[in-house]
């Protein structure tokens, strides 16, 4: 069903997509020959990223829920710490701010409607998208069934998490640093030196350089500068401490 809906979806843009290319030749006085290639690839292109959008909308909360994942944690332990037990710790979290409280507010109205504690938490570490906040349930529900002081794993379980977020600090400076260059190659010098090249030698050796190719550079270079800025987006760290 999702996979018919997507398709339909993906058709009426590539329509869309057509329709705006057709007038848009016709402007600039490019042949429609090119239509005959770009109706089929902007159906498979539009139809791939419709068919990724839910893994997005996974991916968009797996990343706020990771902003947050410290802070919640943090949160929970110094109201287990100051005495306060932990189906009082969960509701006061399920009524603050953040991303994190809609995740409590979960576990809470599952255990209202009559789940258990540990089956909750269970339910919880099993749907969450954040395998950070996943580590912190999971450790909160094994020291509940263990029967031990739930601080003690949830301390050490927030030092882990604040390890690897230091780790993937250090990760993300040379990804980045990576990432740059090949910007600075692919979008920037590239380009410019070989557009320079071509009309220089262009002109020494009498080539007809017509409006269409800069045309088609510009639309190229624009691509390129979309797929960097989903790159860099897509890359983009989320820690906070």
């Known amino acids: 069903m999702f996979v ?14 057509t329709i705006f290319l057709f007038f848009m030749f016709g402007i600039f006085g490019i ?14 292109v539009l139809f791939f990223f419709f068919m990724m959008s839910p893994k997005n909308v996974i991916n968009k909360r797996k990343r706020e829920l990771d902003q947050e994942v410290l ?9 287990v710490n100051a005495g306060r037990p932990l189906l009082n710790a969960l509701i006061e ?3 603050s701010y953040g991303v994190a409280s ?7 109205d599952d255990i ?41 794993p949830l301390t050490n379980v927030l030092e882990e998490i604040t390890n690897e977020q230091l780790t993937e600090i ?13 910007y600075m190659l692919l979008a920037i010098v590239m380009p410019s030196v070989g557009m320079a090249i071509f009309v220089v030698v262009g002109g020494l050796l009498g080539l007809p350089i017509e409006r269409n190719i800069f045309i088609v550079v510009v639309g190229v270079l624009i691509i390129i500068q979309m797929i960097f800025i ?12």
Do not use: C, H
């Open 71 to 79: 802070f919640a944690g943090r949160f929970l332990l110094v109201k």
């Open 112 to 152: 209202n409607l009559g789940t258990p504690i540990e089956k909750a938490l269970d339910n919880a570490v099993k749907y969450s998208p954040s395998e950070k906040f996943r580590k912190v349930i999971f450790q909160i529900n094994t020291a509940l069934k263990v029967g031990i002081d739930v601080s003690v």
């Open 4 to 17: 018919k809906k997507t398709l339909q979806l993906a058709a009426m843009f590539s329509v869309a997509t």
């Open 230 to 241: 989903v790159i860099f987006k897509s890359t983009r760290l989320t820690v906070n401490f």
């Open 170 to 182: 250090r990760r993300y400076g040379k990804k980045l640093n990576s990432l740059a260059l090949f």
């Open 102 to 108: 809609k995740y409590f507010k979960e576990i809470v």
């Open 93 to 95: 979290g399920s009524e």
């Open 31 to 44: 042949s429609l020959w090119y239509m005959i290639l770009i109706i089929p690839l902007s159906l498979v």
